[in-house]
């Protein structure tokens, strides 16, 4: 039927479009989806990122890969499991159970300067171990040399533990100075580290026992750390805890002068040993470790322990020093253990 003359067009039909509409997109120009992806509204975005996804809004990160978010404040804890989680990783990939920490000075140099000596000192100690622990029997990677990853004294334990052909730690971490990785660092287990208090949690995780050669703050830091842990009994195993130079340790810290003062006692003095020589240091490291369980945990984490463990430990202790002391047969004329 044809149009009456008298009345207005209906708009939207095909005799008129309406005023506003857009002509028809070509079918070369549609939207990648069809009609109903023309339908999403615009989020806004560069117009590259725009042009590279046909148009759409271009999709956030996840935030597990948004550096910014990772970089900021609010990703902070983020950032510190990260650097737990990932050096158990690479412990339990390498199947390290545990290890011998080594620490000393980053800016000791072979045959250099006051302590120059203690690089061939620190070398061959770590070859003595990583010899001794290659040898035993077990499925895991004992007693482990590791050490803070940089240059000087740390460079040394590390290098002499690959002159045994073993392998070797570095907890390293960033600064603005002297301390980069050294070489001599085995491949997957050279960890990176962005705060320090993490760093030390690892390294006292899995030492079971530590040699501080001579040191400056960050020594001395690593050092009472890991015996304010032993004095406390914070950790469920003890640590052996070896100063090595003698002449050096009792001119730094003057252990008599705190036990005078009461602010130690007899006991905690007992808790460090001294060494001059590699292979006196090497001695003492293994009687205190010879007898221990090789257990089969991959890595072996010391565990923390708190007040009411610690308490009932000190009465087992108690209870166990008022015990009467076995005897031996009276046939064999020994006297009672002592």
Request: proline content about 8%.
């Amino acid at each position: 039927m044809a149009d009456d003359p008298t009345q207005p067009p209906f708009r939207g039909s095909a005799a008129e479009p309406p005023a506003d509409a857009s002509p028809e997109r070509p079918h070369s120009e549609a939207r990648p989806g069809g009609e109903a992806a023309s339908q999403l509204p615009d989020l806004g975005g560069p117009p590259a990122a725009k042009a590279a996804s046909g148009g759409l809004p271009r999709r956030s990160p996840l935030a597990y890969l948004d550096r910014s978010f990772l970089d900021s404040d609010e990703g902070r804890p983020v950032r510190i499991l990260a650097e737990y989680l990932q050096p158990l990783r690479a412990f339990r990939r390498q199947r390290v159970r545990d290890t011998i920490v080594f620490f000393g000075s980053a800016r000791v140099r072979e045959g250099e300067g006051p302590l120059g000596e203690y690089y061939a000192d620190a070398r061959e100690l770590a070859r003595l171990v990583t010899a001794w622990s290659s040898s035993l029997k077990s499925p895991a990677r004992r007693y482990v040399v590791c050490t803070g990853g940089g240059p000087g004294l740390m460079e040394a334990a590390n290098r002499g533990a690959r002159d045994a052909g073993g392998r070797s730690i570095g907890l390293n971490i960033g600064l603005p100075f002297e301390q980069r990785p050294n070489p001599f660092i085995s491949k997957g287990l050279s960890l990176e580290f962005r705060y320090f208090f993490m760093r030390k949690l690892w390294f006292a995780h899995l030492a079971r026992a530590v040699v501080a050669f001579p040191g400056g703050f960050g020594t001395l830091d690593e050092l009472f750390e890991l015996l304010t842990l032993s004095q406390t009994g914070k950790l469920d195993r003890p640590t052996v805890i070896v100063l090595y130079g003698s002449s050096f340790w009792r001119e730094i810290v003057d252990f008599e002068a705190l036990e005078r003062y009461g602010t130690i006692d007899e006991n905690d003095r007992r808790l460090l040993q001294f060494a001059d020589t590699p292979r006196e240091a090497f001695d003492v490291l293994r009687g205190a470790l010879l007898a221990d369980d090789a257990g089969d945990a991959v890595p072996a984490v010391a565990t923390s322990v708190t007040c009411e463990q610690a308490r009932k430990r000190a009465r087992s202790r108690r209870f166990a020093a008022r015990a009467p002391s076995p005897r031996t047969s009276p046939a064999s004329g020994d006297e009672e253990r002592r």
